[in-house]
């Protein structure tokens, strides 16, 4: 697929972090973006808005109609949308807060599916873009603690594990509908939860990645996006993106 001002996309997550580097580089390229994102975006954007709660199928719905309006269908999805807030199974004589786990699930996991199943949808009605009779594609984001989970990231692993298991029926499914399916796994990244950190926290962060021995750059994970967007053989697969990383249990 070209990047250019014929194609458009939708980012969720996109008003910042890992999201925001997405659109800011899909818009150097000339792409019309929408951002899909419960917060409004953290500084000013070409990209249309459409506030979204990724975890409300109709809120998708609605979100999508807009940005469709303004854009025309998309051809790239990217959720980047998540949280992770941190529990152990088992923590001072409490059981794990099940409605915290299910919140998790519900933002990382079902709210990239519906997001990527309701894009899906518009971009199997849409004509071909190239010979290969490419009509679309989705990145989702998993991470590398859908592999190597620490202590307290339950709730984060398994929603990222559904994400990364999520790829390959996904990719399947929509193949004959000429849609491409991917996820990036992204290890420890510069975004904003993680820069806020004291800058003695950042620099353990990044001591455990053997090369390059610092945090990931967003842009990095923006310009990752993008190539497996133009590259139209990258399908069904779980990139990491992470220095070599292999998160340690804590």
Not at 105 to 116: E, T
Not at 123 to 137: H, I, P, Q, W, Y
């Amino acid at each position: 697929m070209e990047l250019s001002s014929n194609i458009s996309a939708v980012v969720t997550g996109g008003a910042s972090g890992l999201g925001g580097a997405v659109v800011d580089g899909l818009l150097a390229k000339g792409v019309k973006v929408a951002i899909l994102d419960i917060n409004t975006p953290t500084k000013e954007t070409d990209a249309v808005f459409c506030q979204t709660d990724v975890t409300d199928p109709e809120s998708v719905m609605t979100a999508l109609e807009k940005a469709r309006k303004a854009n025309g269908q998309e051809r790239i999805c990217v959720n980047c949308a998540g949280i992770a807030p941190a529990a152990k199974t088992v923590s001072r004589g409490a059981a794990h807060d099940a409605a915290l786990f299910q919140k998790v699930i519900n933002v990382n996991l079902v709210g990239s599916f519906n997001v990527s199943s309701q894009s899906a949808l518009g971009m199997s009605k849409a004509d071909t873009l190239n010979e290969d009779g490419e009509r679309g594609v989705i990145i989702n984001t998993a991470s590398v603690a859908a592999f190597e989970g620490q202590i307290g990231q339950i709730a984060y692993g398994a929603s990222k594990g559904g994400v990364a298991a999520m790829t390959i029926p996904m990719a399947r499914d929509l193949a004959k509908l000429g849609i491409r399916v991917m996820a990036i796994a992204p290890g420890i990244f510069g975004t904003p939860m993680v820069t806020a950190f004291p800058q003695d926290v950042q620099d353990s962060l990044a001591s455990n990645i053997p090369f390059p021995n610092r945090l990931g750059s967003p842009n990095e994970f923006a310009k990752l996006a993008m190539h497996i967007a133009e590259n139209s053989f990258l399908n069904g697969e779980v990139i990491r993106l992470d220095g070599a990383t292999r998160m340690q249990p804590r």
